[in-house]
């Protein structure tokens, strides 16, 4: 059972911004409501500001919290956009394998390429939430198939099957203080959609968000981001998702399907889609551009043999589930679930 949790801001800074205090309230009294110690590590909560100009602060706290050993979750406070510049901070001296130890870490979006960093030194995290997405939902309680899947990991340190939610809600258009105890709009939920290939499959899951794995590549956001990642041999080589299962899903910028296609396209030309047993890919927010998704992805990989699941609630499209990287998952379409081995 989880008892000490610390929360880091490894990418956007949020929580040091006074916007933000009247959520950060909701989701430490909800914490706290589990029985849990909460922590924030130093540099957590000193704004968007400092949070982008100190990279090395962001990844102080990481190993700090890694190697503290009466922490046993590290809590990603959201994603962002710029977690990669912690690299060489955790790289140049080894420092992350040298402090990384048996804890969950649990986050996602630009914690995709946090993610590739633990598995780059054999620590599988957890993916699918965090504290200001999800723990601090602005509704009266956290959204009910959210919180099942954070309380059993909590609970027991891991997640033993997920299953489709039943709805699906808008993002809000607003998070300020007189949206507290506003419902979310909520639409019914049909699924997860096979969209090619055998419905019953295996193997551990790896991936993230399609757009920070797309920009591990491409310079258009930053310039350095791909020469960076490149030189710490970030993204996991062919032989590395080898019989693994791939997660995509799409961040709230909405990527259009033409980006959505050149970012599919380039992971095909990584050799992934030659390499993996199968694909799962996440609800779009909104359902912007479900459809077109769909399409692209069976034009783009071009393998009718490869199985490709789509609508998977995980990712940026609420209520989320979380998803067990480095764990053997079995994949089921026909019965509409994913079931995971004990670690």
Known sequence: MIKNIAIVSLSAGLLGEDFAEHEIGIGVKRLEEYGLNVRFMPNSRKGLTFTREHPEERAADLLQAFRDPDIDMILCAIGGDDTYKLLPYLFDNNELAGAVSDKVFLGFSDTTVNHFMLHKVGLSGFYGQSFLSDVCELEDEMLPYTRKYFEELIRTGRIKEIRPSSLWY???KSFGEDQ??????????HGFELLQGDPVFSGEILGGCIDSMFEMFDPCRYADMP????KYSLFPDRDDWEGKILLIESSEEKMPPEKYARAVALLKKQGVFDAVSGVLAGKPMD????AEYKQILV?????PALPVVFNINIGHAAPRCIIPFGVKAAVDVNEQVIRFAES
Do not use: F, M, T, W
């Open 227 to 230: 020469e960076l990642c490149k």
């Open 287 to 290: 359902e912007i551009y479900a």
């Open 180 to 189: 507290a105890g506003v419902p979310r709009v909520s639409h019914p939920d």
């Open 299 to 303: 034009r783009e990989i071009a393998d």
């Open 170 to 172: 808008e993002e809000r």
